[in-house]
């Protein structure tokens, strides 16, 4: 079974600086796929980054990039330029492509400070 | 286009009643998804189905049923809820044709559930 370890419960970050999320997780399994996804107060699940384990190259979007280690099961998330919208939980997670299951860490609390 | 609809948003019940929360998505996802959050705990798969008439159990399936009459639907019930059972239902599907396996989950807005 796949296991994913958020250990950061909280961080806090300056508007216009850079945070960086980490994530480990533990599988044995080579083919896989690692998501971030952003929890606002609202409650709605958006999906910030994607990376597939065969790619070696770190999915960027925007002002989001991962820091993908894939011999250390590593898989940190980077936001540059924080934004006040950025303030939310972040979950990374994990699936196995065989079954969409997605497992999800316990998640980090962003507050980003103005 | 709505994506992923999930009904009511907030409920409130007492112990030992039933109810079934609502999930429909129109992307026409073969795979569709129950969990629950709770604080510090992430969220949990508690069913899952990779298309109609195929379900299974994740993680924390007691207390709940589920089934897959259509594509489109995918029913949560609770047979007879337990104050354990207060929390946040997220319904989820995704798409698992060929060549889109490993996409994204869709997201509900979840329903806020209590029982007391």
């Known amino acids: 079974a796949q296991t994913v370890t958020q250990s950061q419960p909280e961080m806090s970050v300056q508007e216009a600086e850079t945070v960086t999320l980490s994530c480990t997780y533990d599988?044995?399994?080579?083919?896989?796929?690692l998501f971030w996804y952003k929890q606002p107060p609202s409650r709605q699940m958006i999906l910030v980054i994607r990376?597939?384990?065969?790619?070696?190259q770190n999915a960027t979007e925007n002002r989001f990039s991962v820091n993908f280690q894939k011999a250390a099961k590593s898989f940190s998330l980077k936001i540059s330029d924080s934004q006040l919208g950025d303030t939310a939980m972040y979950f990374c997670a994990f699936m196995k492509p065989s079954n969409s299951k997605l497992t999800f860490g316990k998640g980090i609390t962003l507050s980003v400070r103005p | 286009n709505a994506g992923v609809t999930q009904t009511p948003k907030f409920q409130v019940l007492k112990t030992g009643q039933s109810m079934t929360l609502q999930c429909a998505q129109d992307m026409n996802h073969e795979y569709m998804s129950w969990y629950r959050q709770d604080p510090g705990m992430g969220l949990r798969l508690i069913h899952y189905s990779v298309g109609a008439g195929i379900t299974d159990q994740g993680e924390v399936p007691n207390g709940y049923n589920v089934s897959r009459s259509t594509t489109e639907d995918f029913p949560l019930r609770l047979l007879s809820a337990a104050p354990s059972q207060t929390s946040v239902y997220f319904c989820a599907s995704s798409s698992r044709l060929t060549g889109s396996l490993g996409s994204p989950l869709h997201f509900g807005n979840g329903t806020r559930l209590t029982v007391t």
């Open positions: 599988t044995s399994e080579s083919n896989y796929y």
């Open positions: 990376q597939e384990a065969y790619k070696q």
